[in-house]
């Protein structure tokens, strides 16, 4: 399975972007398996930003509730991050992922390691 992000890019503060992961090579990874987008600061920890069940249940990380929306289109097998109000501290680089499977939404959000399959990430910078 091999991910690709894009969409990352230099915005200021209040501004949106919308990031988007393309999977090849399993024509059905979005509907078999539970997607996720994270993110991750030089020096911390990778932190789980969203994920979206393969019944399309989604779960947020507290810090991202009522300005991020993920969302799947499972005929182009595409993920996509919608985010919007931006702020300096969601400067990161930002990776989309598969599996968590047999997890608790919540689980998979603090367990990215559980996650088997990632992109290479693409870059956010929000100044202010």
């Known amino acids: 399975v091999h991910l690709e992000e894009s969409g990352g890019g230099s915005v200021q503060e209040g501004r949106s972007l919308r990031l988007s992961c393309v999977a090849s090579?399993?024509?059905?990874?979005?509907?078999?398996?539970?997607m996720g987008w994270f993110r991750q600061v030089p020096g911390k920890e990778r932190e789980g930003v969203a994920v979206?069940?393969?019944?399309?249940?989604?779960t947020y990380t507290d810090s991202v509730k009522g300005r991020f929306t993920i969302s799947k289109d499972v005929a182009k097998n595409a993920l996509y991050l919608q985010m919007n109000s931006l702020k300096p501290e969601d400067t990161a680089l930002y990776f989309c992922?598969?599996?968590?499977?047999?997890?608790?939404?919540?689980?998979?959000?603090?367990?990215?390691?559980?996650?088997?399959?990632w992109g290479r990430g693409t870059q956010v910078t929000v100044s202010s």
């Open positions: 992922a598969a599996g968590g499977l047999g997890l608790t939404a919540a689980q998979a959000l603090a367990e990215p390691e559980l996650f088997g399959y």
């Open positions: 090579k399993y024509s059905h990874i979005y509907s078999d398996y539970r």
């Open positions: 979206i069940d393969s019944d399309g249940t989604t």
